[in-house]
């Protein structure tokens, strides 16, 4: 029998599917339309800077798989593995965060073009879920830490390693439609 954790994890994790996955649609639709003002904004996205920023965010779904696994048998190389995700996290969202300011030096903002809203939507709230992947990774590296010897427990590494995947799956997808679409 699943744990009940893992399970509530999934779940949520399965609404959330849902969610992005109508985001992306809209995204994709009004950029397929020529509607989205998008020439001028996907003209201005820095393909090769996000990518950059990009590998950091897919080095840190390694990184929290290591955690996970070194967290039952050495709770110091298990927190060495939280804080580089955390880190590496970080720096894609510091990327995220520089992205958004170039664009809104040009003039590239929500309430502009459809382009603006359909990006800054869909790039907003996954940088909201990597955030708050950040929060849960900190609280779990603090139990590492500081916490008891039981802590954390190892439901709660699997629940939200399995959330930080899916942040980092789910950017796979929104850079694949945004950034490499627009380059075609």
């Given amino acids: 029998m699943m744990d009940k954790n893992k399970m509530a994890m999934l779940l949520f994790i399965a609404s959330e599917v849902i969610f992005f996955l109508m985001l992306v649609i809209a995204y994709a639709f009004f950029h397929s339309k020529g509607?989205?003002?998008?020439?001028?904004?996907?003209?201005?996205?820095?393909?090769?800077?996000?990518?950059?920023?990009?590998?950091f965010l897919f080095a840190s779904s390694f990184s929290v798989w290591r955690a996970g696994r070194s967290l039952p048998?050495?709770?110091?190389?298990?927190?060495?593995?939280?804080?580089?995700?955390?880190?590496?996290?970080?720096?894609?969202?510091?990327?995220?965060?520089?992205?958004?300011?170039?664009?809104?030096?040009?003039?590239?903002?929500?309430?502009?073009?459809?382009?603006?809203?359909?990006?800054?939507?869909?790039?907003?709230?996954?940088?909201?879920?990597?955030?708050?992947?950040?929060?849960?990774?900190?609280?779990?590296?603090?139990?590492?830490?500081?916490?008891?010897?039981?802590?954390?427990?190892?439901?709660?590494?699997?629940s939200i390693s399995l959330y930080w995947h899916f942040v980092d799956v789910v950017w796979v997808v929104i850079f694949a439609v945004v950034y490499l679409w627009a380059a075609l």
């Avoid at 970080?90 to 965060?97: D, E, P, S, T, W």
């Avoid at 996954?126 to 427990?153: K, M, N, S, Y």
Wanted: with cysteine.
């Fill in 35 to 55: 509607t989205a003002g998008g020439a001028a904004g996907v003209g201005q996205l820095h393909i090769g800077k996000t990518s950059v920023y990009s590998i």
């Fill in 73 to 158: 048998q050495n709770r110091r190389r298990g927190a060495f593995w939280l804080l580089l995700t955390i880190v590496l996290g970080a720096i894609f969202l510091v990327g995220q965060g520089l992205e958004y300011k170039d664009l809104l030096l040009q003039h590239i903002t929500i309430g502009r073009s459809l382009f603006g809203t359909t990006f800054f939507t869909l790039t907003g709230f996954h940088g909201l879920h990597v955030f708050i992947g950040l929060l849960l990774l900190t609280i779990l590296w603090c139990l590492a830490v500081f916490g008891r010897e039981t802590e954390p427990a190892p439901t709660a590494t699997e």
